[in-house]
Antibody
Framework: QVQLVESGGGLVKPGGSLRLSCAAS????????MSWIRQAPGNGLEWLSY????????FYEDSVKGRFTISRDNAKKSLYLEMNSLRAEDTAVYYC???????????WGQGTMVTVSS | QSALTQPASVSGSPGQSITISCTGT?????????VSWYQQHPGKAPKLMIY???NRPSGVSSRFSGSKSGDTASLTISGLQAEDEADYYC??????????FGGGTKVTVL
């Protein structure tokens, strides 16, 4: 079935780095734009970044621009988020999501928790 | 990009209809018909309920409907059921080629 599975979350110290992965299955990954979206504990959803189907077009939300890098490997059916200079306020569940149209996220992963704390 | 504005909570009795508003600006909702709505139960991933203002994905109950007027979009749940108790988020595409979510609305079934 159509599925996204995130991994790579964990506990990291402020200023540290982490790389999240999202493995896709059940659909032609290379046909779809993909996004990363996060949710801080007890808070709402925050869109972070998207990447076009072939990786040629990328956009970021201002708060992560310059610190986070989105990428994909269509051969491995995988999406990535490289996170640097992490701050306490980056603590959240991070979801990868498939686009089905402009700004529509039709498939979501189960999320991976990132905790930034000393 | 500022978050879209949603009421923090909305409640209703079983069988009633409720409407959740989502207010943006001419930079997002006012310009594009790319408004979507998501349902999130505690500890679960969000689920797409409405896309492009008023379209329902396959499998979503017809009790859920969406509309838009100017800079404000709305989600209506008719025939409210206990299983509808959840958080609901709106989202819109923006003129900056990004996406923005609302702060979320907690729906309580009395």
């Amino acid at each position: 079935q159509v599925q996204l599975v995130e991994s790579g979350g964990g506990l990291v110290k402020p200023g540290g780095s982490l790389r999240l992965s999202c493995a896709a299955s059940g659909f032609t990954f290379s046909d779809y734009f993909m996004s990363w979206i996060r949710q801080a504990p007890g808070n709402g959803l925050e869109w972070l970044s998207y990447i076009s189907s072939r990786g040629h077009t990328i956009f970021y939300e201002d708060s992560v621009k310059g610190r986070f890098t989105i990428s994909r490997d269509n051969a491995k059916k995988s999406l990535y988020l490289e996170m640097n200079s992490l701050r306490a306020e980056d603590t959240a569940v991070y979801y990868c999501a498939r686009h089905s149209g402009w700004g529509t996220f039709d498939i979501w992963g189960q999320g991976t928790m990132v905790t930034v704390s000393s | 990009q500022s978050a879209l504005t949603q009421p923090a909570s909305v409640s209703g009795s079983p069988g009633q209809s409720i409407t959740i508003s989502c207010t943006g600006t001419s930079n997002d909702i006012g310009t594009y018909n790319y408004v979507s709505w998501y349902q999130q139960h505690p500890g679960k991933a969000p689920k797409l309920m409405i896309y492009e203002v008023s379209n329902r994905p396959s499998g979503v109950s017809s009790r859920f409907s969406g509309s838009k007027s100017g800079d404000t979009a709305s989600l209506t749940i008719s025939g409210l059921q206990a299983e509808d108790e959840a958080d609901y988020y709106c989202s819109s595409y923006t003129i900056s080629s990004t996406s923005v979510f609302g702060g979320g609305t907690k729906v309580t079934v009395l």
